[in-house]
């Protein structure tokens, strides 16, 4: 890695920065990974002037893969991508045992942080939760992103972020909470040196505009506008610039597309709590954009052939597509 565990926190603030999506993961009709595949969707991350990739996370199906599995995944991401994009794992593992060991693997090639959300088994006082983050930053010198998600059980809430935040090698938080409030309370109150990013790109444009550090951390966003993506690059170019009033007009011509993909996803998943069904929808989604979504794990189901066919009428009617 190209920093210390001193350096962690100023290392995020220079370089996680801009659009780092989590993609999907195109697997076989028999459930193998499907590696061409999965090569070129890398190879159209970075033609797509994407910053980095968080990877082996939900929407990625790494909760269903074996250990090995898992590990056979990581390197083929890291073959393909060849140093292009930054690359961060994401470990869901309520073992941190396995989760030192898991981010050690990934270090080995080449991937520069880890998300690591707290435990969706055992582990709920937040004195438990800090023991967890203290055991693994313990023992490995990794930039770390949390997750604060209602899908790990216990929302990480602003006293324990307080005390993680002053460990060195925890860098930043994925606020998942679906409360722009909370966003907003967690910028207010936690170091300056610890971001607070927000995933959902219908709050991209305010964060530019207030000149919060742009991060989009380990959404899908960036990925699935499709042929509307180089409409974002400029909207940001422009709000950078300072010219937020030309900048708005597009971010506003856009709502029509955000909308529709917030409907079809998050709040999806806000009414099931579950990723597993409602991000189906991103594997016919991907195959629409030019990517290969693949097929989904079992036991999840695919959506239907009926369904499918609305969905590429809908994107291409949004110019998704």
């Known amino acids: 890695m190209d920093y210390t565990r001193s350096e962690a926190k100023s290392w995020a603030a220079q370089t996680l920065r801009g659009f780092f999506d989590a993609p999907l993961t195109p697997f076989t009709a028999d459930g193998t990974l499907d590696e061409p595949k999965l090569r070129h969707n890398i190879d159209a991350f970075v033609e797509m002037g994407m910053d980095g990739i968080v990877v082996g996370g939900f929407i990625a199906e790494a909760w269903n893969l074996t250990l090995s599995e898992w590990m056979r995944y990581h390197e083929v991401i890291a073959e393909a991508n060849q140093g292009r994009l930054e690359l961060s794992t994401i470990i869901l593992d ?56 209602p899908v790990s059980g216990t929302v990480l809430s602003l ?52 000149g919060y550090p742009f991060i989009q951390w380990a959404a899908y966003y960036y990925t699935v506008f499709g042929k509307l993506r180089p409409k974002i690059q400029e909207y940001k170019a422009l709000a950078e610039a300072g010219q937020f009033d030309e900048g708005y007009a597009i971010w506003k ?69």
């Open 94 to 149: 309520p073992s941190a045992r396995q989760a030192v060991e898991k981010i050690e693997f990934t270090n080995s090639l080449g991937y520069t942080s880890a998300e690591v959300m707290n435990p969706a088994v055992q582990l709920k006082a937040d004195d438990e939760i800090y023991a967890f983050y203290k055991y693994l930053t313990d023992r490995v010198d990794t930039a770390i992103i949390l997750y604060r998600t």
């Open 159 to 210: 006293e324990l972020l307080q005390r993680l935040a002053d460990i060195e090698t925890i860098v930043g938080v994925k606020q998942g909470s679906l409360s722009r409030s909370d966003t907003y309370k967690l910028r207010r109150e936690l170091r300056d040196d610890f971001f607070v990013s927000e995933p959902m790109e219908q709050y991209f444009f305010d964060d530019l505009r207030e």
């Open 253 to 321: 011509s856009l709502r029509p597309a955000s909308g529709f993909i917030e409907d079809m996803t998050v709040w999806e998943l806000a009414r099931t709590k579950t990723y597993a069904s409602a991000f189906t929808i991103l594997k016919p989604w991907y195959d629409a954009i030019g990517l290969h979504g693949g097929h989904v794990l079992a036991p999840v189901q695919p959506v239907s052939e009926e369904r499918k066919e609305w969905l590429v009428a809908k994107l291409k009617e949004l110019g998704i597509a």
